[in-house]
């Protein structure tokens, strides 16, 4: 677990910092005007396809089925139940991937009106977004190969998909960026998509070849089929529902001047790279969650997602807080030069410290949204109460976009994701992992206010050595929170930062249980969807 987790650490610092890099690149080669906010309204498809298909849908349901069936193949049942999944899952997914990446292509210049009506150049969005649309299949079958190889607790190839994709998309946007303006970015997009995939595919088939047995069965019960119909849709849902705070988003700020969308989006991502980096610890302890329901030792999962919650917590504070104090610094080293003037440095610096007030709701969405599915059962609250957060960032934006333009929808987008981590965290118990909310709300709330306090202290710091440049500035910011943040924590008893190296190692429960053990919040009647004993 240890190894995995620095593994996926290594390699997710990496690809952010690849991340940056695409953005920088993109910033330097484009600006922020009305060309990149068309090639960002066709960036639309690859976020919600990385959403639905990598991050969250598709693992949410996979990884438990791939935990069923590895706990069935230990069990000595006939045949290979791993290889039964795929052969009864992938052949159709991929087709259902396909038919919704022609979809997207052929119904591009209507998504483009629906999502960004008041975009001033509209025949470019068209074409970066059928560019776009290969990604669709592409990430669709990364997230399959990432949720079956996490199953099997091998994380190197999943942790290196987003070095691959942005490699890619640099690579093709400094290579055709002279001739083909933008629409190299999206290309790069659909270069990316299949260089995830690349990736992937040697370890999983690797995995899969291994297990000698009798062939799989592809027989499906049709009696678990609707159960397992039902999972992939509430799954789905839920996933839709969370990425549609970006439609959202860009809806209200296609009606701003040119450069809205652009300063919104380079805000995000810096922003969300402490968000990033404190979930991945749950996404290497997921399957051991999974697992844990899968063997019936509920005590087990809670004690592994208050600790995940409590650490992800504390990084992410940590590094909102630093984003926060040191924003316009942040944002003119990493943008400020060639296309990119300075005051598109102040207007970006703007948004980003009001994004940044919703990380660590988003963070808390992140890990608690895993639990609800962990079990492998449907579970349609996690929808709900995602859908109440984007109504509330529908309301909160449209009132506020108009006295504050796009730092109004960064509120709005803070304001929806808290009220939807409120809400998943009163849910926990029967519907998902039974933790205990006041102790992970004394988790959450020590480390706030440690992180308030650091967040004054290294925007005064910050701004006293401004006329020392921004290097300067940014470090002594940084180091500022920091050490404030390393303080306080101790003397205000926060759980995260002291229970790293533990967190870290796998929970034991004292005996092993068989599979078929009854939870205490009530028997899963989830079973395995594709048999592979007949």
Known sequence: ??????????????????????????????????????????????????????????????????????????????????????????PRLALAFTAAGALVAVAAPALVRALAPGLADHALAVDCTRLTATCVVSFGLAGYCSAALRAHRRFLAPAAIYVAYNTGIITVMFVLGGRWGVRSAAAGVAVGGVLMVAAQLPSLLRRLRRHEGEPPSVVADEATRPLALALFTTVLLFALCRQSQVLIERFLASGLPSGAISHLNYAQKVAQIPMTLSLMLC????????????????????????????????????????????????VHLLFQRGAFTAADTAATAGVMRVYALGLLGQTVVGALARSYFSAGRASW???????????????????????????????????????????????????????????????????????????????????????????????????????????????????????????????????PRPVTQRHPHGRSRFRFPFRADR
């Open 283 to 330: 996404t290497v302890t997921f399957p051991v969650v999974a697992r844990a329901l899968a063997d019936g030792d509920t005590v087990r999962a809670r004690d592994r997602v208050e600790r995940d919650v409590a650490l992800a917590a504390c990084l992410v504070l940590l590094g909102a807080a630093t984003v926060v104090a040191c924003a316009p610094q942040i």
């Open 381 to 511: 609250y996690p929808f709900g109460a995602m859908a109440v957060g984007v109504l509330a960032t529908a309301v909160v934006g449209a009132s506020a976009v108009g006295p504050w333009g796009v730092r109004g929808i960064a509120a709005a987008n803070a304001a929806g994701i808290t009220v939807t981590a409120a809400l998943l965290l009163a849910g926990m118990g029967p519907r998902s992992v039974p933790v205990r909310v006041r102790r992970v709300l004394g988790d959450l709330g020590c480390p706030l206010l440690a992180a308030a306090v650091a967040t004054g202290a290294g925007a005064l710091a910050a701004d006293r050595v401004t006329g020392a440049g921004a290097a300067v500035s940014l470090t002594v910011g940084a180091a500022t929170v920091g050490g404030v943040f390393a303080v306080l924590c101790p003397a205000l008893r926060v759980r995260g930062p002291g229970t790293v190296l533990r967190s870290v190692r796998p929970v034991r429960s004292p005996s």
């Open 1 to 90: 677990m240890a190894r995995a987790a620095l593994v996926t650490a290594v390699l997710s610092v990496a690809g952010s910092v690849l991340g940056l890099a695409r953005d920088q690149a993109l910033a330097r080669l484009f600006g922020a005007g009305g060309e990149t906010d068309a090639f960002l309204v066709a960036w639309t498809v690859p976020e919600f396809a990385a959403t639905l298909l990598i991050e969250d849908g598709l693992a949410f349901a996979l990884v438990p089925m791939f935990s069923l069936a590895l706990a069935r193949r230990a069990r000595g049942v006939t045949g290979d139940p791993v290889r039964a999944l795929v052969a009864s899952t992938l």
